[in-house]
């Protein structure tokens, strides 16, 4: 914006000095943003951060009206005013201020028990030095301004700085677990568990985030609930419809231990989670980590919740050098979480420490230091080693395993017949191994060309039948990958015995899509087959 001598006014400072006989304290900006002009009190502008770092520091509730705001004030024994009287000024640009007459401070040092002055910022800084310091004779110190313009500055950082006012305040300043909650108090995300976190709620949302990002989750979450309300309801679920409403969120014994321990909840709680974390843990499919957010955010427990993006942000906080996968190392980093746990907020710091990890600390690529309230107690940062946190050892491979998976399609009428006479064959997974129980398009070992499917096809006995590449897919389990060639194989029908022999059945794709749960390691096949939107 360039400035225009038209558009100066001479501005008399509207607003007191605010102070009483118990104010330790003194801090002084230049002078009234056009905001704070209109709302007559301290900054008035809502994206000026004086108040949030101010509550941050002193561990408080951030105040919000006038009337808070200035009790706020006098609680904490700070005194604010500004060191300009009246100047030119255009807007509440600090660079357009000209003709500055000072303000006299006599007033407050006479009246209260200052013991240390601060200016907000440099220009502040600069005017007090040029017209006040040799009045006053006392020398103030410059605290970086908490001004919007001031970006360079994240809220963590401003506060970290601002702690010295702690020190004539004989106030305790907040320690890093309070810095981390000022920052949630504004940067958490608004989630349907959070809205209401009631221990059942956590809990089925804690087990679904396991290895599952929060925007996958959301419609998970809510399809559970409106099907699976409360705890008892998870105990009475059919095992099929369980493992229905947890298709594509994979570890589908996270849903098979959910249902057990929902039975265990009903026979020996009465249907109520046990506000106990030992208890909790005692419960099937629930660790250390969950146990802990559920006794922390669900009853206000103070324990740790620590999974792996707590570890990361812990490890670069301190720049551990132990490899992460050591219990020894993970049990220091949860202690480490621990100790700077407030313990009035176990629930919310637990709940920080995810956000910062998912949303700033990023796992993948340079983490977001700039918006980190933790950025100046930061080990890692302040080496500019942030990605080599934490140590990890080096991966085995994963094991690479070929399939030729088969979509048998019935369709009696032949191609152009109706949609509803269309049947797809399925294959019920083992019991043991991987994904268990769940449902699978039949398939074999190896990487067969078209020449040895339709060789297979022969032996099954399907006659009359079209077959066409349906293209490869991956897919990649914790150990193991599978590299998939795909067949889409159209029959009239199929020959007698073979469901039976095979232990196929033969399903609609609308049966199939509604009823059957099959593993998203066959994603691309149900895309193709239209048993999956998009
Ligand atoms: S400063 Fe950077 S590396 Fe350190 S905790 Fe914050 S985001 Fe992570």
Not at 287 to 298: F, H, M, N
Not at 418 to 434: F, N, Q, T, V, Y
């Amino acid at each position: 914006m360039s400035l225009k001598t038209g558009d100066y006014k001479r501005i008399d400072h509207p607003i007191p000095p605010l102070y009483d006989k118990d104010s330790r304290v003194l801090i002084l900006g230049s002078f009234p943003s056009v905001k704070s002009r209109e709302t007559a009190f301290f900054y008035g502008h809502p994206q000026n951060r004086f108040w949030k770092t101010l509550a941050g520091v002193l561990s408080a509730d951030v105040p919000v009206t006038v009337g808070e705001k200035a009790a706020f004030l006098h609680e904490n024994h700070v005194a604010v005013w500004d060191v300009i009287k009246s100047c030119d000024i255009i807007g509440s640009s600090d660079s357009s201020i000209r003709n500055v007459v000072p303000n006299d401070l006599s007033e407050i040092l006479e009246g209260a028990d200052i013991r240390r002055i601060y200016c907000n910022g440099g220009k502040s800084y600069e005017y007090y030095q040029r017209y006040i310091e040799d009045k006053t004779g006392i020398k103030a110190a410059r605290l970086p301004s908490t001004s919007p313009a001031n970006a360079s500055y994240s809220l963590g950082r401003l506060m970290e700085e601002w702690r010295v006012i702690c020190g004539p305040l004989k106030a305790a300043p907040a320690g890093i677990g309070q810095v981390l909650l000022a920052w949630y108090d504004y940067n958490a995300r608004l989630l349907p568990w959070r809205s209401d976190p009631s221990p059942y709620h956590v809990w089925i949302s804690e087990i679904m985030l396991q290895q599952t990002r929060v925007e996958a989750v959301l419609k998970y979450y809510d399809r559970w609930m409106s099907e699976l309300p409360e705890i008892k309801d998870l105990a009475e679920v059919e095992e099929d419809r369980l493992l229905k409403l947890w298709e594509g969120l994979g570890y589908y014994n996270r849903a098979r231990n959910l249902k057990a321990a929902a039975l265990d909840v009903m026979e020996r709680y009465d249907g109520v989670l046990p506000g106990d974390y030992q208890e909790l843990l005692s419960l099937k499919g629930i660790g250390e980590y969950t146990a802990g957010a559920i006794a922390s955010i669900a009853f206000g427990i103070p324990v740790p919740a620590v999974d792996g993006n707590g570890l990361r942000v812990f490890s670069r906080r301190l720049g551990e050098e132990g490899e992460i996968g050591r219990q020894a190392v993970k049990r220091s980093l949860a202690h480490e979480v621990f100790r700077a746990m407030p313990k009035d907020r176990p629930g919310d710091y637990n709940q920080a420490l995810m956000d910062l990890g998912a949303r700033v600390c990023l796992p993948k690529g340079q983490p977001l230091c700039r918006m980190c309230p933790w950025e100046s107690v930061c080990q890692a940062h302040k080496q500019g080693r942030e990605t080599e946190y934490p140590v990890k050892a080096g991966k085995k491979p994963r094991r690479v395993e070929k399939k030729t998976v088969f979509v048998i399609e019935v369709v009696p009428g032949g191609t152009g017949s109706e949609d509803s006479e269309r049947k797809i064959a399925l294959h019920k997974r083992p019991s043991a191994g991987l994904l268990p129980d769940l449902w699978e398009f039949p398939n074999v070992e190896g990487d067969f060309s078209s020449g040895q499917a339709e060789k297979l096809a022969r032996r099954w006995g399907l006659s009359d039948y079209r077959i066409e590449s349906a293209g490869k897919g991956k897919h990649v389990f914790s150990h193991i990958e599978w590299q998939m060639t795909g067949f889409i194989v159209s029959v009239r029908e199929l020959p007698e015995g073979l469901l039976e022999e095979m232990g196929w059945v033969a399903v609609s794709p609308e049966t199939a899509a509604r009823d059957y749960a099959i593993p998203s390691a066959f994603e691309y096949l149900k895309r193709k087959m239209r048993l999956i939107k998009g």
